[in-house]
């Protein structure tokens, strides 16, 4: 549990490193080592302190703590000024500052989206975004460090991701504290500098294989299956989409921790039925994951789940117990070391917040409900209702609104998640050398993505599906509120009321 201190100071200083400059963190950085070497004298004597000292014993025992958010503190300063100081060198900044036209050079991150006319009969726009490595204007060119953000003609929807790519246009600032380090608006057709590399290739083939088989299934079954299997929501319909988000289903279509959990269990339950060597299984499962991270991208909920499952599958080889807190703590700072823009991605909160809710108050409930319901009927349902009682602050600040029937639609979706996923997944790796029988596994995942649209639907057309809420973060703080006061009410029992003769209370 100590990392989860760790994990909130971590947090707040990716927050803070993403809109200040280098040299500001930088400085936070060092004032967080000179304050680490401080506590780590005072615990130090604390852990030697004699009885006569209770106070100094007091700050020893809360010292690893606070030496942990420490280190926590000044590695995401520290490795966030140096990111932060490469973003502002070289050309680019200048040529963002003075909304010049320039050309940029780098890979293409993502799947291009496509983007609805801006008026009645206007061109299509493509938005997609470049990991930028090289800048020219002006007879001018310099290196670039950071994602820009294109929008183009359609055809930048014809870029496959990894693509290197060159384009000109003219630059604009991004939004402050985001990842994108600038906005390049091009009316000319992108020049394709060099093919995806031999990896990300084969991520698009299997993508497009999906896609395809997804293409030989009705109604909804076919416009959910790409999405619950490789997170591809370009063929969801609107009215679907409004319906799952009423429903409090849109996570089913967002490739996270359930989809790698799955993943991982079925591939070291194959590798243990063949006896394989504890590393062996390790290896494989790890590779497995690094194959799906690759296939659906990697967005910040994808990277936080991969991540995690890296650390749990660490413990496996190590041959220690998981520890679900530590694993989640752990991943939270080290992906904020990487990329300390994560911490102001909703993607990246939600999925943090809800992974927190399952591990931390998933158990407490369905210890608490296990009596009257039974493990399994309590685990059901404990999982959902603390994802959503975490979450739903979060998401009111997108739309002020409550859905009344998330927990219910959650627990009647949950069992075709799993076979949309696993079957979805397999016939995507048998489509290449065997599309018949790959029709076959489509058939049973579209089945499942079937009844999980239906669930949707038919709680979203329900009376009173949403109920209005305080918009901002008055009514986030509010639904917080009601929301811990839930939690307290459902994970704690009741105090049981003795008589006087007893003594107690």
Do not use: K
């Not at 395809?212 to 609107?238: E, H, K, Q, R």
């Not at 489509?442 to 993505?449: D, H, P, T």
């Not at 459902?490 to 003594?503: D, H, Q």
Request: charged share 10%; hydrophobic share 55%.
């Amino acid at each position: 549990m100590r990392l989860l201190p760790a994990a909130a100071v971590a947090w707040l200083a990716a927050l803070l490193v993403a809109r200040v400059p280098s040299g500001a963190a930088l400085t936070g950085a060092v004032a967080s080592v000179a304050c680490l070497a401080v506590g780590a004298g005072v615990l130090a004597v604390g852990r030697h302190a004699g009885r006569r000292a209770p106070r100094v014993r007091a700050y020893g025992a809360v010292g690893p703590v606070v030496v942990l958010c420490l280190v926590a503190a000044a590695a995401v300063l520290g490795a966030g000024a140096s990111q932060t100081a490469g973003r502002e060198g070289g050309l680019l900044p200048v040529l963002v500052t003075q909304g010049a036209v320039g050309r940029v050079e780098g890979v293409v991150v993502g799947e291009p989206t496509l983007l609805p006319p801006a008026w009645p009969g206007a061109p299509e726009r493509v938005r997609s975004v470049v990991a930028v490595d090289h800048v020219a204007a002006r007879g001018e060119e310099s290196g670039g460090t950071g994602q820009v953000l294109v929008l183009g003609p359609s055809s930048w929807a014809a870029l496959p991701a990894g693509a290197r790519v060159a384009a000109t246009g003219r630059l604009r600032a991004a939004e402050t504290g985001t990842r994108t380090v600038a906005v390049l608006l091009s009316s000319g057709v992108p020049e394709l500098v060099a093919a995806p590399p031999r990896a990300d290739a084969a991520a698009a083939r299997f993508r497009a294989g999906v896609r395809t088989l997804a293409a030989t299934l009705p109604g909804d079954a076919g416009a959910l299956y790409a999405g619950i299997t490789v997170g591809d929501t370009s063929a969801i319909p609107d009215p679907l989409e409004d319906a799952l988000r009423t429903a409090g289903l849109t996570h089913v279509t967002a490739v996270s921790g359930a989809h790698f959990s799955l993943v991982a269990a079925l591939v070291l339950a194959l590798t243990s039925a063949v006896r394989l060597p504890r590393p062996v299984r390790v290896v494989l499962t790890l590779a497995a994951m690094a194959a799906m991270v690759l296939v659906v991208h990697p967005s910040p909920s994808v990277l936080r789940a991969a991540a995690m499952g890296a650390v749990a599958l660490l413990g496996v080889l190590l041959g220690r117990p998981h520890r679900a807190p530590a694993a989640l703590g752990a991943t939270v700072v080290l992906l904020l070391v990487a990329d300390p823009w994560l911490a102001g991605e909703l993607g990246f909160v939600l999925s943090v917040l809800a992974t927190g809710a399952l591990v931390l108050l998933g158990g407490p409930l369905a210890d608490r409900w296990s009596g009257a319901l039974g493990r399994p009927a309590a685990t059901a349902l404990a999982l959902p209702v603390a994802a959503q009682l975490v979450c739903a602050p979060v998401v009111l600040l997108l739309t002020p609104a409550v859905s009344l029937y998330a927990i219910p639609a959650n627990l009647l979706a949950a069992p075709a998640v799993a076979p949309a996923t696993v079957l979805g997944l397999a016939a995507g790796c048998v489509a290449p050398w065997w599309f018949d029988g790959a029709q076959v596994l489509a058939l049973g995942a579209g089945a499942a993505c079937w009844w999980i649209g239906a669930v949707g639907r038919v709680a979203a057309a329900a009376p009173g599906a949403q109920v209005a809420w305080l918009p901002g973060w008055t009514g986030a703080v509010l639904l917080a509120v009601a929301g811990a006061c839930a939690i307290r009410l459902l994970a704690v029992g009741r105090a049981t009321p003795t008589s006087p003769s007893s003594g107690r209370q």
